[in-house]
Every structure is written in C-alpha cells, then in structure tokens.
C-alpha cells in the first residue's frame, strides 16, 4: 500500500482515497472533521468555495475545525473518506496552509493530509486498531506539519505498530495528541468515533462558531480578491506569476472536472470546481488590475 493518496484514475489508492465503498450501515456511523492551519477568518474565506455548509470554529493557536452539517456519504454513492478526500485535497490547493481530514465509520478510521498542489498523504486503522498503512506516510505527515523529527516521530510511529489494546478511536486520539504540541486544541465533544449529528450539535454551541455556506459567485470571487490582497500571496495576483499560477490551476482544474463527471465523484468534483474558479478568476483579476 502507498503511503500517498493516488491521483484520480489511479487504481490501487491507499489511505483515504483508496478504500473500498462502505457499507450503508457503516457509512450511518461515519463522522468527519477538517482541521484547517489557519485562523477562521482565513479559512472561512476558502470554504466558501466548496458550496458545502459547514460550521467554523476555533481549534486553538493558528488552528481552525471545519464540522460538515450535511452527510453526502449517506446519498452520493462515495464513503465518507473519498468525500473528504476531496474536500481536503480543493482547500489546500488553492490555500497556503495545510487540510487534515479525519474520518470514521463502523469499518475503518483514518486521515488525509492535503497541502498544496502535493499529493496527499493518508493513513487508515480497522475498527479494531489494526493498521493499514506505511510508515512512509508516517513520515510525509510529520514533515508537512513541521513536526519533531525525533519525539513526535516516534509518537507517530507506535500508532503504525499492532497494538491489541489500541482500537481505531485510540489511534485517531493518539494523533491527535501528537497535533497539541502544535497548538491544536479540539473543542471538547468533537473528536473521534463521534456520528456526525453529535458533531454538528457540539459545534453549534461552541462560542464564535460561524455557519459558512455558498454566498453567490459574485461575493465569493470579491471575497477571495480581498483576502490574497492582504494575504502573504499579495504579491502573486497580478503580472507573469499571477497569470502562470492561473493558467496551472485551470490547467489542472477542467481534466479533474471531467474525471469528476465521469466517476461521479462529488468530492473530486468540488476540488476541480475550485480549481477552476480560482484559475479563471485569477486571469479576470490581473487583467482588471493591469489595466
């Protein structure tokens, strides 16, 4: 098993974007979070994009939790780890800051870890604690984050071995664990092995928790303008690089939405969807501020 997520059309996908379709009792179990390296106000701006509904929260220093209010897992046809796969893998690339999905249902917990234009990494435990992955993308996600080398590997790597009494709750907590250390601080009722209903009403009584949904391309494209102005990507909006980084995203963005269509992937559709947005608007918005 490869420790990275494959590409779309890849056969043979390990961690999260390579398992098989859960079963319809398991997927009633299922629960997920997105942990964003971002503060809310940053993130909300991204999340918009997806056209999903979500509830934001603060999930300490640098640190924001996306909570799903919808199920698509449930009426899509795709489990929940290929759902947020997608969502994971469309807010990294178009952010400066790194996506971890955490996932659940009845079979299986597991991780994705999203940044950038890379592939993603991703990792995954039986019900039982039994682990599925390499230790190689063990590794990837301590380098990505910025972990220790040496203390926070070796944390990562025990959950990479048996372990009789450690069931796949115990491993995700173990993760999390590691994360603390980076500021990370969960607000309590919302971690692992909790259903998505119980997710969404904790998040919903948790102090300056904000409801994101689509507002309209327009207020979502003027959103966006604004924040890569004030953001440290200022720089790349306008001129040779704003029109090559543009040029990639839409170049990656409509195969990946074709793909999408054709494997009616709604979470990779989500992703090409970004893509494309971003890519066209970035061309749209250079043009304007050079003229």
């Known amino acids: 098993m490869s420790s990275d997520a494959s590409s779309p059309g890849a056969s043979g996908a390990s961690g999260a974007s390579g398992a098989s379709d859960a079963a319809p009792g398991s997927a009633k179990a299922a629960g997920a979070l997105l942990l964003c390296r971002a503060e809310p106000d940053v993130v909300e701006i991204a999340v918009q994009l997806l056209r999903e509904r979500m509830l934001l929260a603060e999930a300490g220093p640098g640190w924001s939790v996306l909570v799903p209010e919808g199920k698509p897992w ?17 807010l990294a690339v178009g952010s400066a800051w790194p996506v971890l999905a955490l996932w659940w249902d009845g079979d299986r917990s597991g991780y994705t870890l999203a940044a950038g234009f890379r ?32 203390l926070d590997m070796q944390s990562l790597e025990a959950l990479a071995r048996p372990d009789t009494e450690a069931d796949a709750r115990a491993r995700m907590l173990g993760l999390l664990a590691v994360l603390t250390r980076t500021g990370l601080a969960l607000p309590p009722g ?61 170049a990656a963005g409509l195969p ?23 890519g066209a608007a970035g061309l749209a918005y250079d043009r304007v501020r050079s003229a």
Do not use: C
């Not at 449930?74 to 290929?82: I, K, Q, S, T």
């Open 256 to 278: 990946l939405a074709v793909w999408a269509v054709r494997r009616r992937s709604a979470g990779w559709g989500a992703a090409a969807a970004l893509l494309v947005v971003q």
């Open 190 to 250: 919302l971690g692992p092995g909790e259903p998505a209903d119980r997710l969404r009403e904790v998040a919903r009584i948790q102090q300056g928790v904000r409801s994101v949904e689509w507002p309209g391309w327009r207020d979502a494209v003027r959103a966006e303008f604004e924040a890569v102005d004030k953001g440290p990507l200022g720089p790349w909006v306008r001129g040779p690089r704003a029109r090559a980084l543009a040029a990639a995203q839409l």
């Open 74 to 90: 449930l009426h899509g046809g795709e489990p929940v780890d290929r759902v947020l796969t997608g969502w994971a893998t469309a």
């Open 119 to 150: 592939r993603t990494v991703g990792y995954e435990w039986l019900a039982n604690g039994t682990p599925l992955g390499e230790d190689e993308a063990m590794r990837t996600f301590a380098a990505r984050l910025g972990l220790d080398p040496v």
